[in-house]
């Protein structure tokens, strides 16, 4: 792989205060950048002769995009579920029935795992066309030992075969497993006694999540859950406060949690705990759209200092998207964060929120050669379209990706 030179960029390198860098180049090589300088700045770097050079003649390169919340391995699909809701029948209630996270549990662990893989390598290329370089996968849809690894060993197979890293999640307790009949301190112990150390064995994942919601689990099973985690290198996170408050948030961000999901219904006293945890409120409008939810709290989050990422959610129940681009122009529309907050979230914040902020996210030296160069030339430009994805190129680890 030559080393890279893109020319003429105008950067915006992924924090949401640093100043827009008109007419700047970016150097990499060996999959990480070397140098951010301003074009009359050249002369000081020794450029060797077989750098492949690419003028982005004043056009917008950001950080890759990370999505940084997704349950993309799932078999089947629930258009009938959302037809339901359309009639006025609640998420709840259907899950309740048996519809919900356990008739994709059944799908999931009927479909082979060529395809499951073969449906998430598409949703992957989906995710590559719109620049984004990094995804997070999480387990959930298993809900037994045997299928909760599967799927993280499924998840490790996208990232050999993915143009993107792939950053696993183990979400062992997003419902109770079918074979438990409900009884969720039984279910818990076999995610902690079971499910739990083989993750940390094998090292399947890089974090644990959990659901915590009436229907799932409460904030003191969870917090049981991540004192273990924790004890065993884990990170953790949490899908908390969506339907309901429970406490899940301020219990996480107690743990030191990489990030905090959802968040509708976090009360606005509780932002100023995720920010001095440093847990990222990871917001996620099209599950919110998908179930009327209200908004979360976004000006409390933005005063208190909190960071802030935008991800997809992508799922079959509440969030059967892979545009991240679509959730980051939601971000401006729904919440008013300006550009440069919306890029953020799916830049340097989303890197935060998976505990690789010190490697990629942000147009850095030392940093990943993760880049996009989009189709618009400011911030603005490259979200007023909704719904369009301007993408012009794409690298990862200094690697074209462009589809
Ligand atoms: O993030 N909130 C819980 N989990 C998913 C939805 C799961 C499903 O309905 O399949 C979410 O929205
Ligand atoms: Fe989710």
Redesign the pocket.
């Known amino acids: 792989m030559p080393p890279l030179l893109l020319r003429h960029a105008t950067v915006f390198a992924g924090e949401r205060h640093w100043p827009l860098l008109a007419d700047h180049m970016v150097f990499a090589d060996l999959g990480r950048i070397l140098a951010v300088l301003p074009e009359g700045g050249a002369h000081s770097l020794k450029l060797p002769p077989n750098a492949l050079e690419v003028d982005c003649a004043g056009a917008l390169l950001t950080p890759g995009l990370i999505d940084c ?1 997704t ?1 993309l391995l ?1 078999g089947g699909a ?1 258009a009938k ?1 959302f037809a339901m809701r359309l009639a006025g029948r609640p ?1 709840q209630e259907i ?1 309740a029935a048996g519809g ?2 356990a ?2 549990v059944r799908a999931t662990r009927a479909a082979s795992d060529e395809g499951l893989l073969a449906a998430a390598m598409a949703r992957l290329g989906e995710m590559a066309r719109q620049g984004v370089t990094t995804v997070e996968v999480k387990s ?2 298993g809900l037994d030992t045997e299928h909760e690894l599967r799927l993280l060993r499924l998840a490790r197979e996208l990232g050999r075969r993915a143009p993107q890293e792939i950053v696993p999640t183990f ?1 062992g307790a ?2 109770v497993g079918p074979e438990f009949s409900g009884d969720r301190a039984a279910y818990l112990r076999c995610v902690r006694e079971e499910m739990l150390p083989a993750v940390a064995r094998e090292k399947l994942a890089t974090s644990v999540d959990a ?1 915590c ?1 009436t229907g ?1 689990f409460t904030a003191e099973e969870v917090s049981e859950l991540f004192g273990e985690a924790r004890a065993l290198g884990l990170r953790v996170r949490i ?1 908390a406060e ?1 339907f309901g408050w429970h406490g899940g948030a301020a219990m996480a961000a107690r743990h030191g949690a990489l990030s905090a ?2 968040l509708e219904y976090l009360k606005p006293e509780e932002a100023p705990l995720l920010a001095a945890s440093g847990t990222v409120a990871v917001l ?1 409008p099209g ?1 919110q759209l998908t ?1 009327a939810l209200p908004n979360p709290p976004v000006a409390a989050l933005r005063e208190a200092g909190a960071a802030i990422a935008l991800a997809t ?1 992508c ?5 059967m998207t892979t545009n991240l681009h679509l959730m980051l122009q939601l971000g401006a529309a729904l919440y008013r964060l300006s550009p440069e907050e919306c890029l953020a979230a799916a830049t340097a914040n989303a890197a935060r929120a998976l505990g690789i902020r010190e490697r990629t996210g942000t147009i850095a030296p030392g940093q990943a050669a993760d880049l996009l160069l989009w189709d618009a030339a400011t911030p603005a430009e490259a979200l007023y379209r909704l719904g369009a994805a301007p993408v012009r190129r794409v690298w990862k680890g200094g690697r074209e990706i462009t589809p």
């Open positions: 919340h349950h799932f629930r579920e998420y899950a919900g996270i008739s994709t959930g849809y979400l997003h419902a659901f919601e799932a899908h969506q999901d959802h996620l599950a179930l959610d799922n079959p129940g509440t969030s």
